[in-house]
């Protein structure tokens, strides 16, 4: 067994690429997942994402590049990934005309266990995942979290080194995205490493322990989700005035004092700036002289929070920048 030191990560990529006409939907992607986490991929529609982990999973031959799994080449060694690997797509892959436990069954009998056996896991799953009351129903007749459970029930029918979870809680309902999201916790703990593709910053910043945040096919920022945010600024000022009509007043003070330009939300109450990277303490005293001298303006804060950035920040921020840095 190889030393924890010296073990290979569970994901390794280097200049992946993938081409679709003339688009290249993954532009040079460079990716290092270390083994037993979960790790965010995260970017909007058309970032390259699913393109990427269809790649990793051996589903799509790479263009340029290399991309290597527990050590072995997704190309030369397709076989010894998909042997270690499990895929969660966005969409179900049960059959909608089977019942929970004849999908499950069905599946682990292609597997290779035997019908005793493939009765047992299924019914072991079954449990784990909350479905036992519904084994017998047909999957049609499931909700849409139940479909995600199951689903993800049906990809750890073998227990794989490495699950790729594609957005897998798209659609769903918060109280199904909860239960599906301790179902990953629990995946981890026993050992499997996850690589989970994400347009929900929330859930990578629940989930991940690393993130990776893609754009036009290609990382633009890493790090860990502490790490992301202190990267744009130490805080985020979020106020809201009692008087709209003072909005702009109050927002060329706090560009003054603050040093940063403060942003006009959609809500004509608010407004928001975010603060450079001089530390929490120096925020926290330009804050309160901002707040001060807003109110010897005669300028009435009904609501005020100073906080880290959220991830929606970080990404709005990151992808922003890409944006000015890319050719007209």
Known sequence: ????????????????????????????????????????LLGPNGAGKTTAVRMLATLTRPDG???????????????????RVSLTGQYASVDDDL??????????????????????????????????EARSRLVKKYSGGMRRRIDI????????DLLFLDEPTTGLDPRSRNQVWDIVRGVVQHGTTVLLTTQYLDEADRLASRIAVIDTGKVIAEGTPAELKSSIGAGTVHLRLRDPHQRAEAGALLTSIMGAEAQSDSDPHALTVRVGAAGNDAAADKA??????????????????????????VFLALTDKTKEASPA
């Not at 799994?69 to 997704?74: A, K, L, M, P, S």
């Not at 029930?153 to 794989?160: C, H, M, Q, R, V």
């Open 1 to 40: 067994m190889a030393h924890p030191s010296t073990a290979p990560p569970a994901v390794e990529t280097s200049g992946l690429v993938k081409v679709f006409g003339k688009t290249r939907a993954v532009d040079g992607l460079d990716l290092r997942v270390p083994a037993g986490t979960v790790y965010g």
């Open 65 to 83: 590049g290399e991309a290597q799994i527990f050590g072995h080449d997704v190309v030369r060694d397709a076989d010894q990934v998909r042997s």
């Open 99 to 132: 019942t929970g436990t004849e999908n499950l069954v069905l599946l682990a009998r292609l597997l290779g266990y035997r019908t005793p056996a493939a009765r047992e896991r299924a019914a072991e799953l079954l449990d784990a995942f909350g479905l036992t």
């Open 153 to 160: 029930a049906a990809s750890i029918l073998n227990t794989p």
């Open 288 to 313: 309160s002289r901002a707040l001060a001298d807003l109110a010897r303006a005669g300028i009435t804060v009904d609501n005020f929070s100073l906080g880290q950035p959220s991830l929606d920040e």
